[in-house]
């Protein structure tokens, strides 16, 4: 960063990489791709360190839980997998979207969940348990996007609607709408930030 110089090039998935995320000791970077596979790469050496494979889809979203013991990963076949980092093992599959799971992020806490679909909706899971807390409605369109704010009772939520929803997360209700209809749909959430409300 100080630099702005090329450090590394990470090469080894065979199709387009449609996510990637750092875990939260910087040390990892995990990469999800069209050829249905996760990579976790070491960012010193740029190695790869393992890969995951086990999605019939194409990968569309991952995301590392707060204590990075575990790697959320939606695909285009609707489903969210939970992956157990240290066993390599799948320990959960959550199921309720009707179609791909665009973006994915969890709660402070690590407790929640928060998956965007191409369906529309936005779906809060129970992380221990796997099962659904609650599915948010309101947008028109893809849901791009998804960051819990610091404190996590507020999830944002971008769309190709061109709107992001800030929505209550313990009542499951929408508090605001921020749109201008002017612009590009909203794809990504990079943070949440404090918003005056």
Do not use: Y
Request: charged share 20%; net charge negative; aromatic share 8%.
């Amino acid at each position: 960063m100080a630099t702005g110089k090329l450090i590394h090039t990470l090469t080894g998935h065979q199709s387009w990489v449609e996510s990637f995320t750092f875990s939260p000791d910087g040390k990892t970077l995990a990469s999800g791709s069209s050829d249905k596979t996760i990579k976790l790469w070491d960012v010193v050496t740029g190695k790869l360190i393992r890969a995951l494979t086990d999605s019939k889809n194409c990968v569309l979203s991952i995301a590392f839980s707060p204590n990075g013991k575990t790697l959320a990963v939606g695909s285009f076949d609707n489903k969210i997998i939970l992956w157990d980092l240290a066993a390599g093992q799948i320990f959960a599959s959550l199921s309720g979207h009707h179609q791909g799971v665009l973006s994915i992020a969890f709660s402070p806490d690590g407790k929640t969940l928060a998956s965007g679909s191409f369906d529309n909706t936005i779906g809060l899971w129970d992380v221990a348990t796997g099962k659904p807390i609650q599915t948010l409605i309101g947008h028109q369109d893809w849901v791009e996007s998804v960051a819990f704010s610091p404190d996590g009772k507020m999830l944002a939520s971008g769309s190709w609607d061109r709107t992001i929803g800030l929505w209550d997360v313990a009542e499951g209700k929408p508090v605001r709408t921020l749109a201008d209809r002017n612009h590009q749909p909203v794809e990504k959430i990079a943070a949440f930030w404090a918003i005056e409300l």
